[in-house]
C-alpha cells in the first residue's frame, strides 16, 4: 500500500476546502495581494494567510514579490490531477449509462433479450 | 435510426450536497423504468466487468429494501442497500442509499424519467446527509491509499439500483 501523501502535497486535499476554494475563484480574475484577498472574503489576515501557504504547497498558487507587497496569482496547470480524475469519474458514469443505454436497444431491436 | 448517445452523460454538481446527472435513452419510459428496476434486467448491465454481480433484490414499494453486491476480480466484495421512500411507476423511486465501504455516509437517491418525443430524459440525483458525505464523491479523504479512494468513488456511481 502507497504511503499517503501528506495534506500539503495533496491537490485534493487542498481543495477539499471551501475557504481555499474561495480564494481559488477570486485569483481566476488575476493576480491578488494578501490584503486585496482579505477585502473580498470574510476571513481574517491570518486566516488567509494559512490559506495561501496550502495552496502555495501543492503548486496552486505562486507568489511574487513587489515592492513591499506580495502577489498571489492562480497556477491553473496544477489542477490537472482534479481534471484527470473527474475525467475518470465522468467515464465511469457514462459507461454505465452506455450499458443501460444498449441493453435498451437490445431487447427493442430483438424484441426479446434471449442472447446470453 | 437513433442517435449515438454514447457518453452523453451531464453530470453536475449543483450545492454542496448533491450530484445530479442526466441522460437520455431512445426508448419509452416504461421500458426505462422496468430495466432500471427489475432484478432480471439489472442483472444484464449493472456490473462493471470484470466486476461480478452476486446478489439483486429489490422489493419496489414504499418501505421495500433493495440490496446489490458485486465481487471485483480480487475478491474484493462490495454492496449497497437501501429502502424506497417513494415509488411511482413508471417516471419516479426515491430511496436511502448505503454503501458498505462508507458507513457513516447517508444518502437519497432520486430516479426520475420523462418521455417526450420517443426520448426518455433519466434524471438520477444523489443528496448527501452532509457535505462531509458528498465530500466521499469529491475529494480524497485520506482515509485510503489514493487509488483505492478512486475506486470507492467511482463505486459509489456505479450502483445499479440507485440507477
Known amino acids: ?116 | 435510426m437513433t442517435p449515438d448517445r454514447h457518453g452523453s452523460a451531464v453530470i453536475t454538481f449543483p450545492n454542496d450536497l448533491e450530484v445530479v446527472i442526466t441522460r437520455q435513452f431512445d426508448a419509452p419510459m416504461a421500458l426505462v423504468f422496468d430495466v432500471l428496476t427489475q432484478p432480471e434486467h439489472v442483472r444484464r448491465w449493472g456490473a462493471t466487468p470484470p466486476d461480478e454481480m452476486t446478489e439483486c433484490t429489490i422489493d419496489l414499494r414504499v418501505g421495500g429494501t433493495y440490496r446489490s453486491s458485486f465481487v471485483t476480480g480480487d475478491g474484493t466484495v462490495f454492496s449497497f442497500h437501501g429502502t424506497y421512500l417513494e415509488v411511482e411507476p413508471p417516471t419516479r423511486t426515491v430511496q436511502t442509499w448505503h454503501f458498505n465501504c462508507w458507513p457513516d455516509v447517508e444518502a437519497v437517491e432520486t430516479m426520475q424519467l420523462h418521455e417526450a418525443d420517443t426520448v426518455t430524459t433519466f434524471t438520477w440525483s444523489m443528496a448527501f446527509a452532509d457535505q462531509a458525505g458528498r465530500d466521499h464523491m469529491t475529494r480524497f479523504d485520506g482515509q485510503q491509499d489514493s487509488l483505492d479512494t478512486i475506486e470507492d468513488m467511482l463505486r459509489s456511481l456505479l450502483d445499479p439500483t440507485s440507477a
Open chain 1, 1 to 116: 500500500m502507497m504511503a499517503r501523501a501528506a495534506t500539503t502535497s495533496d491537490v485534493f486535499n487542498a481543495v477539499a476546502d471551501a475557504h481555499r476554494r474561495q480564494i481559488l475563484d477570486l485569483l481566476i480574475a488575476g493576480e491578488k495581494t494578501v490584503g486585496a484577498i482579505v477585502e473580498d472574503v470574510s476571513m481574517s489576515q491570518p486566516q488567509v494567510s494559512k490559506h495561501l501557504r496550502v495552496l502555495s504547497e501543492v503548486g496552486l498558487v505562486t507568489c511574487r514579490a513587489e515592492g513591499r507587497h506580495r502577489l498571489y496569482r492562480l497556477a491553473p496547470e496544477q489542477l490537472r490531477p482534479l481534471h484527470a480524475w473527474v475525467t475518470t469519474y465522468e467515464q465511469a458514469i457514462n459507461d454505465r449509462l452506455d450499458r443501460i443505454d444498449d441493453y435498451l436497444q437490445q431487447l427493442q431491436g430483438q424484441g426479446d433479450d434471449s442472447d446470453t
